[in-house]
């Protein structure tokens, strides 16, 4: 097994951020949004919400915090589906948020998406504030995860849905280069270094597993999902 070889924290660089936002996410956030909306459907007895507007809890919209947003591309897929939410999007890179801005600008979404510039490994709102946490591949970023899921635990309300999902660090170079040549084939040579550093950076499926062992959280709340991602997914209990 590879070992795990950390990469900046913040990607905080006006070029990062454009190669970022400029590779082809779509497929994976498209992939993201089903996938959470379909453990919001499975954990629907905790009246999460239903994916259909004329479903929903009626008292208010969602609450949903994104941790490490990126350039808000998961929220504007979330809020394009017919579900009633706002969505906080946070991330400490400020590069990233000045594209978010754009990227949020454009998509006409600006009163459903909140950017702010946040550390998510210390939060600044209240216990139990958000309907749903989310995070994509920002666990990987972070030297110290424990800090970051405990905190996005705590923000979520009792009842409320865990979604968060990495990238799985392979168990050799070769594996390595293979998912690189796969899904970054056609990228540009630091695109490809990025994907790279990011695999090397990443956590194992077990490696997350004993997280969650660590912090008493139910362990089979991780799965891998893909050949190259795993995921965590539960609902808070009143006790967690």
Not at 45 to 58: C, F, G, K, L, P
Not at 76 to 87: G, M, S
């Amino acid at each position: 097994m590879l070992t795990r070889v950390l990469e900046p924290e913040v990607m905080d660089t006006a070029e990062e951020a454009v190669d970022y936002d400029s590779m082809d996410h779509s497929t994976v956030n498209r992939l993201f949004v089903d996938d959470l909306l379909a453990a919001a459907e499975r954990f629907g007895e905790s009246e999460i919400a239903a994916s259909d507007v004329s479903t929903q809890r009626q008292q208010k919209s969602l609450r949903v915090l994104d941790v490490g947003t990126g350039t808000a591309l998961i929220p504007i897929e979330l809020c394009r589906r017919p579900i009633d939410a706002t969505v906080w999007a946070i991330d400490l890179a400020v590069e990233m948020l000045k594209l978010a801005e754009f990227n949020v600008r454009t998509a006409g979404l600006d009163g459903r998406i909140v950017l702010e510039q946040s550390d998510g490994k210390s939060l600044d709102y209240d216990d139990g504030e958000f309907d749903w946490v989310i995070s994509n591949s920002i666990v990987h970023h972070i030297p110290e995860p424990r800090d970051a899921l405990a905190e996005m635990l705590r923000v979520l309300r009792p009842g409320g849905l865990l979604f968060v999902r990495d990238l799985a660090r392979p168990q050799t170079n070769s594996d390595v280069e293979y998912l690189v040549a796969t899904y970054a084939g056609d990228a540009n040579e630091n695109q490809q270094q990025l994907f790279r550093q990011s695999l090397h950076a990443a956590l194992t499926v077990e490696e997350v597993r004993e997280l969650m062992r660590e912090f008493d959280w139910p362990a089979d709340w991780v799965v891998m999902n893909s050949d190259r991602h795993w995921t965590i997914y539960g609902v808070k209990s009143g006790g967690i």
